[in-house]
């Protein structure tokens, strides 16, 4: 079978180094190191995707897809949610005032974000399908005065269903008028997310505006929350829906916000971490990579007199290069493809692998069930697989040139004078 002439000298300079102890124990480190540094990029990098995943599902389960102010004196909000809903990428819309407040009861208090929100509209934007979500509020449907609060939230205050507790607006608190304080009952508690199951409370829509209609400027004021098709491109989507609504009064347009804009300090750290922790584990690739320069520059120097002979035969100083290239790159394709199928396979069975971990430790330390690591998730995601098996092949590319160069440079006569 034919092969270029490059290619074919490079692959027996590969096999010929097998009968080098010294050069076959370091390219097989560089490679083993390239190997390990790709295994452990897409191991990591897929247990932070399904820990961003479950952050922003948890996220989402108070936050809205996206949000949209309806200005005051303008359109109501039946219709508004009429048109939303007929726009591509918008699967319901539910109106909702929000605002921050004093909880109080019994000399206890705790600083809240009170959400009034219509009951009936309320479950087709609901992010999870919770039969003890959909109860509460159908019974908020049929308790104006009602309120459902965080889990958390319930658990600080001591608060169970049937209490009583008073509601106080920050603006009032904060002008020392208690006058807008009203009275509610405790429906139950719900599930709004991890984050935010410690300070959001849900009232009826009425009850909601009436609690924050004079408490500001705008107070009060009524927003569509919106669900989606597509979360990750919530903005777009959403921006476009309200260019379907009416005009406004002042021709400024309509508020949106999507929760990757609401979020974004969070997320934005998470991306931030991602982006570290591969740069970190790229380390591994590079030292491998280090030793890869190590493996040429001895083969160079190996083969100084075969270098020679190539040049007298007619090889130009490029097809030099490009043998030392392929034979230096051929640790770092063996490894990427190693690192990469342990790599996979390694994400594909984490949770397994977990679980097998928890056992041995709480039957081996603490028996019990002290330790539970077996929740340890990963999601693979086929791009960064991509990039890390790019990186470390860019890498050890750029890891060929210096030593390839210096073969390109070798001068026959300099090396065949004394042979």
């Keep these: 079978m034919y092969q270029p ?34 295994l452990a990029l897409i191991a990591v990098m897929s247990v932070i995707n399904a820990s961003t995943s479950t952050m922003r599902d948890e996220t989402l389960k ?43 009861h019994e000399g206890r208090g705790e600083f809240v974000a009170v959400r009034g929100v219509d009951p009936a509209s309320e479950p087709a934007v609901l992010q999870q399908n919770s039969l003890n979500m959909q109860q509460l509020l159908g019974e908020l449907a049929a308790n104006p005065d009602g309120i459902i609060l965080g889990t958390r939230l319930a658990s600080r205050l001591g608060l169970f269903s049937g209490m009583q507790l008073s509601v106080t607006p920050l603006s009032s608190l904060l002008s020392r008028d208690t006058g807008d304080a009203r009275s509610f009952r405790v429906l139950g508690v719900a599930d709004f997310g991890f984050y935010d199951n410690a300070d959001t409370a849900l009232v009826n829509l009425t009850a909601g505006r009436s609690l924050f209609a004079g408490s500001a400027p705008g107070g009060g004021r009524l927003q569509m929350r919106l669900r989606v098709d597509d979360v990750f491109n919530a903005a777009a989507i959403s921006n476009a829906a309200a260019g379907a609504l009416p005009a406004t009064s002042d021709g ?19 991306r931030l971490e991602k982006v570290l922790t591969g740069f970190m584990l790229l380390m591994i690739v590079i030292i491998g990579a280090v030793n890869i320069v190590a493996t040429l520059v001895m083969t160079v120097a190996d083969k100084s007199a075969d270098i020679a002979i190539l040049r007298t035969m007619g090889a130009g100083r490029g097809t030099v290069m490009a043998v030392f290239v392929i034979q230096g790159l051929a640790a770092g394709v063996f490894g990427t493809v190693l690192g990469a199928l342990g790599g996979i396979a390694l994400a594909a069975s984490i949770g397994n692998l977990t679980q097998v971990v928890q056992d041995l430790l709480n039957n081996a330390l603490a028996p019990g069930n002290t330790y539970m690591i ?46």
């Design 5 to 38: 002439l490059v290619l074919f000298v490079g692959l027996r300079f590969v096999r010929a180094r097998k009968k080098n102890q010294l050069m076959s124990f370091v390219s097989l480190i560089s490679m083993l190191g390239i190997a390990l540094g790709v």
């Design 252 to 270: 400024a347009g309509y508020q949106v916000s999507s929760w990757d804009q609401t979020r974004r300090s969070l997320f934005d750290a998470l």
């Design 62 to 104: 108070s936050v809205p897809h996206a949000g949209l102010m309806l200005p005051a004196g303008g359109i109501e909000w039946p219709q508004a949610a009429q048109i939303l809903q007929q726009q591509s990428g918008v699967v319901a819309a539910a109106p909702f005032v929000e605002g921050e407040a004093w909880l109080r």
């Design 374 to 419: 077996a929740h340890l998730q990963a999601e693979l995601q086929w791009a960064d697989v991509g990039l890390v098996c790019a990186s470390a092949l860019l890498v050890s590319l750029l890891a060929t040139l210096y030593p390839a160069w210096r073969a390109s440079r070798i001068q026959p006569a300099d090396v065949l004078r004394y042979e």
